[in-house]
């Protein structure tokens, strides 16, 4: 078979910043003594495709022309199409002088790349939301992680020591160009690209197939394993999955599974285009789209960030800008009295059919032990998603109580331990007042040292829940994006609960006089940031409980939340 005549990839070229031998030798030896910055594994992720092309034709983190334009027009300065800002921010603290060198190193202290320092420009993280996700909503997980984020961005050109080395599945981590070089290999002129995050089942097995023959081409599997949004399926669980699929059921000689490390937005129809993009790198000029493409889920008022069709109608606008095509990813439904799958639109009058949806994988099978049916999913896949996520009852969570100083929070948890210990499960509280004493000694009551002692307590329940554990977090934890990120570092398993108590009800009830002092110090014009004086409380917009601090007993509220856990599984009834 001959050998594909592959796109070019986006822009023209194929960047590549990583450097080799002596260059890289005599970088490392100069590292040592260059100011440094560390940056997260968003960054970490955005450095490693800017470095291999993936994100071709941008060569660095974006500076301010590139970084305005796209905000407003989805443009680079030169006009070139791109969807989504790329940008590295910093501490203008930690920062050296414009035209000299900074060296960026991962957690881990290694020195990953060294960049001229050639701008230095400040951002503003509500106009980013607004403008390229299109909410300033802190449920959006890029709203509230945007928060946390250094005060300037910086950009230069760059010169890469060391790509993120990765021991699992290192058989499947390839560049853009081993990529491009293995479909070549296939020998198909044309190639379809499928972007996901979440496990491969029956549909979505028929759906690639349909669309590589639809195209007369390869099939590239390309998931998402940098980051995904919080509370996605491990990727070590989906990559496994991917495996067996691919290797029992894919013809292996035009399909090709291959690992991205991609950091998603979760920017709905722009993240669409930026996906485009990148598989274009990759040697791709097909891509399917499926409905609500790298959608969140719903805003804070229950609707969905983005409409269900958005994703595709930019695809299509903008898919002969990109050089990709569009294949839309049609609804398909099961004939189980024929046994096969077909799109909504061609069901015949009268017809049975079967469909399971993700919420129904969720709630009523891995939360109760079930395998999922054969017509669904691949034994493998059922198997593997078993042994993955044992049954709600047997997993851990998260039980969060939020509300102001003296409205029921302390009280309420105590109660609430004693009856999941005499249900048999092992118990950790993490109250306020005692992480203070010891996790966040030191820390004082501004906002950013309360985020701090939140995200601390946020960090420590996400660890106890992943080993199936119950943690019981009890802190005010005033603000919305705080709580809300909180959450994310615990993950799917978290559970608000608002102790709503008006304030005069806490102040009657305040034996440390904390509120009356805090009064007094603001008639005194010397604030002292107290919750519910001087300084706001965010009500949660949707907490899973509300209960009321008053006119209620701390043991009714925690029965009021025992019945929560049983009707959703957490515990078996008794």
């Known amino acids: 078979m001959s050998k594909a005549n592959l796109i070019t990839p986006y822009g023209g070229k194929l960047v590549n910043l990583v450097v080799e031998g002596v260059e890289r030798e005599k970088l490392l030896a100069r590292a040592p003594k260059l100011p440094s910055i560390k940056i997260t594994m968003r960054n970490l992720c955005d450095l490693e495709l800017l470095a291999t092309g993936g994100f071709s034709p941008l060569t660095t983190f974006m500076g301010k022309a590139d970084y305005e334009r796209v905000l407003h027009e989805m443009r680079l300065a030169d006009g070139t199409l791109f969807p989504l800002p790329i940008t590295l921010t910093a501490d203008p603290k930690e920062l050296p002088t414009v035209g000299e060198d900074i060296v960026l190193r991962n957690a881990n202290n290694d020195v990953v790349a060294i960049m001229t320092l050639e701008e230095v420009y400040h951002w503003d993280p509500a106009t980013e939301a607004a403008l390229a996700y299109g909410s300033t909503d802190p449920r959006h997980p890029m709203v509230s992680e945007m928060e946390r984020w250094g005060k300037v961005c910086i950009s230069?050109?760059?010169?890469v020591v060391n790509l993120p080395k990765?021991?699992?599945?290192v058989e499947?981590?390839?560049?853009p160009a081993q990529v491009r070089a293995?479909?070549?290999?296939?020998?198909?002129?044309?190639?379809?690209?499928?972007?996901?995050?979440?496990?491969?089942?029956?549909?979505?097995?028929?759906?690639?197939?349909?669309?590589?023959?639809?195209?007369?081409?390869?099939?590239?599997?390309?998931?998402?394993?940098?980051?995904?949004?919080?509370?996605?399926?491990?990727?070590?669980?989906?990559?496994?999955?991917?495996?067996?699929?691919?290797?029992?059921?894919?013809?292996?000689?035009?399909?090709?599974?291959?690992?991205?490390?991609?950091?998603?937005?979760?920017?709905?129809?722009?993240?669409?285009?930026?996906?485009?993009?990148?598989?274009?790198?990759?040697?791709?000029?097909?891509?399917?789209?499926?409905?609500?493409?790298?959608?969140?889920?719903?805003?804070s008022t229950g609707k969905p960030f983005y409409g269900p069709y958005e994703a595709q109608e930019i695809m299509q606008k903008y898919e002969a800008e990109i050089g990709v095509r569009m294949i839309p990813f049609e609804e398909l439904v099961y004939l189980p009295d024929e046994d096969r799958y077909v799109e909504q639109k061609d069901v015949p009058p009268g017809a049975r059919t079967l469909s399971i949806s993700g919420t129904q994988v969720r709630d009523e099978y891995l939360a109760k032990g079930k395998l999922l049916p054969e017509w669904f999913?691949?034994?493998?896949?059922?198997?593997?998603?078993?042994?993955?996520?044992?049954?709600?009852?047997?997993q851990g969570f998260c039980i969060w109580f939020t509300g102001l100083s003296g409205s029921g929070k302390t009280a309420t948890t105590q109660v609430l331990t004693s009856l999941l210990l005499e249900r048999g499960r092992q118990i950790t509280v993490l109250d306020g007042d005692v992480v203070r004493?010891?996790?966040?000694?030191?820390?004082?009551?501004?906002?950013?040292?309360?985020?701090t002692n939140i995200l601390r307590i946020g960090f420590v329940a996400g660890e106890i829940v992943r080993a199936g554990g119950v943690v019981i977090c009890a802190a005010i934890s005033p603000y919305r994006a705080t709580r809300n990120e909180a959450r994310k570092m615990v993950g799917e398993n978290f559970i608000t609960v608002y102790m709503d108590t008006p304030v005069e009800v806490c102040e009657q009830r305040d034996v440390k006089g904390l509120y009356a002092k805090a009064r007094q110090a603001m008639q005194e014009g010397k604030p002292m940031g107290f919750t519910g004086v001087d300084d706001p409380y965010e009500p949660p917009i949707d907490p899973e409980i509300t209960l009321k601090g008053y006119g209620s007993t701390p043991e009714e509220n925690a029965r009021i939340i025992i019945k929560y856990l049983e009707e959703k599984g957490y515990l078996n009834h008794i």
């Open 437 to 451: 004493t010891h996790l966040s000694k030191g820390l004082g009551f501004s906002k950013e040292d309360r985020d």
């Open 156 to 159: 230069g050109p760059m010169k």
């Open 182 to 299: 293995m479909l070549e290999k296939m020998g198909n002129n044309n190639v379809v690209a499928f972007q996901t995050r979440n496990p491969l089942h029956r549909i979505h097995e028929e759906l690639t197939k349909r669309a590589a023959a639809q195209v007369q081409g390869s099939l590239l599997i390309h998931p998402v394993v940098g980051m995904t949004k919080p509370g996605d399926v491990d990727h070590y669980t989906r990559v496994r999955i991917y495996k067996a699929l691919v290797e029992n059921y894919y013809d292996k000689n035009n399909t090709l599974l291959s690992l991205l490390p991609l950091a998603m937005r979760m920017a709905g129809p722009r993240e669409a285009l930026l996906h485009a993009i990148i598989r274009r790198n990759h040697g791709a000029n097909h891509f399917i789209v499926g409905r609500d493409h790298a959608g969140p889920g719903k805003d």
């Open 172 to 175: 499947l981590r390839r560049t």
């Open 377 to 394: 999913t691949r034994p493998e896949t059922a198997e593997i998603l078993r042994e993955m996520y044992p049954p709600r009852h047997k």
């Open 166 to 169: 990765y021991h699992d599945f």
